[in-house]
């Protein structure tokens, strides 16, 4: 039996998708190093068990710090609505500066949370734009790269969609989505990290989970299996979105990802995934039985 325990950086580590992730990594017997800015706010979201190095995607030297003696880099990183026309985009920038403080580290390979529908091609955005280009900047980079496209997050449902008593979705979805569990995304990057360790190609996993459902399918099922109080589904018009979204970024974001998810036409693709790093097996109905408060 191999003992060896790997090292990981995560940069990402206190967001909604970056914390179970690092959590489940930790489980799986790594040694995890969350970089965060924010050192209370770490070990709110993280709990105990954990090396936390103070570091910012903007500063390079934070970076080449935490990545000493690590095996590994993960990143979970988004984009702010407000980062279309500021200098610095984090997703680029900040991608930037990692790979060039892991290089100088040493670090073996850098693993990246992407996206799926980041491919729609309904219309142009400039987020979308922003996470193409930083899969090829690191698929590039002269360092192996992993590289994670998911369907949307049970976790959605309660951090973004809940909203007291009522789960709210905008439009109407036309197509499916695979929905996945951030605790099986979390094995699979664990896996990811483990297989094959001595190849140095990058590679690249569709991630989905067992099952399709719609928002509206997916909202139903959340409400039924929800513990402790009675939700009820909230529906906002598209063109709601669509006449405030000149007036906010915040909108305006929710605009164009919501539009994308509704129209993307998601097939399932992850059989290549499932075979390498474990079959996701958390159905929504038992994910929402254990939420609430
Ligand atoms: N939701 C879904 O269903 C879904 C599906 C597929 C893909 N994704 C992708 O998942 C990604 C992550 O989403 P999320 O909701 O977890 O994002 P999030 O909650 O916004 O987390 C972003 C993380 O990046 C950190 N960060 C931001 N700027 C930083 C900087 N300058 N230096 C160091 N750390 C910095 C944040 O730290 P602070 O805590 O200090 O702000 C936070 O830990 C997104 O890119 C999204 O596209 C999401």
Excluded at 60 to 85: G, H, I, M, Q
Excluded at 111 to 132: A, E, H, N, P, T
Excluded at 185 to 204: D, L, P
Aim: aromatic residues 12%; positive net charge; charged residues 25%.
């Amino acid at each position: 039996m191999n003992t060896t325990i790997r090292s990981i950086a995560v940069v990402g580590a206190t967001g909604m998708l970056g914390a179970p992730v690092t959590k489940i990594l930790k489980q799986e017997g790594f040694s995890v190093t969350a970089v965060v800015r924010d050192m209370q706010k770490a070990q709110r979201k993280l709990g105990a068990g954990f090396y936390l190095s103070k570091g910012n995607l903007k500063d390079k030297n934070s970076l080449r710090t935490a990545f000493t003696d690590v095996d590994y880099v993960y990143l979970s990183l988004s984009t702010a609505p407000d980062e279309k026309n500021k200098r610095f985009k984090t997703e680029i920038d900040g991608l930037k500066n990692v790979i060039e403080a892991a290089k100088s580290a040493r670090v073996k390979r850098i693993g990246m949370l992407s996206s799926l529908v980041k491919d729609y091609d309904g219309f142009d955005w400039w987020v979308f734009d922003i996470k193409r280009e930083a899969c090829k900047i690191l698929l590039d980079a002269d360092i192996p790269a992993t590289i994670f496209y998911p369907s949307s997050f049970f976790e959605n449902l309660t951090n973004l969609q809940l909203k007291g008593k009522r789960v709210v979705m905008a439009g109407e979805q036309t197509t499916k989505s695979w929905w996945i569990a951030a605790n099986d995304y979390g094995k699979q990057v664990a896996e990811s990290f483990r297989v094959n360790k001595n190849h140095n190609e990058n590679r690249e996993y569709p991630v989905q989970g067992p099952e399709p459902y719609s928002m509206e399918e997916a909202i139903d099922q959340f409400i039924k299996h929800y513990p402790g109080k009675t939700l009820k589904k909230s529906k906002a018009p598209m063109w709601v979105f669509s006449l405030l979204k000149p007036f906010s970024a915040s909108i305006d974001f929710q605009y164009h990802i919501l539009s994308a998810i509704n129209q993307y036409d998601e097939q399932f693709q992850s059989e290549h995934t499932w075979e390498t790093l474990g079959k996701p097996e958390t159905h929504l109905a038992a994910w929402t039985k254990n939420q609430g408060e």
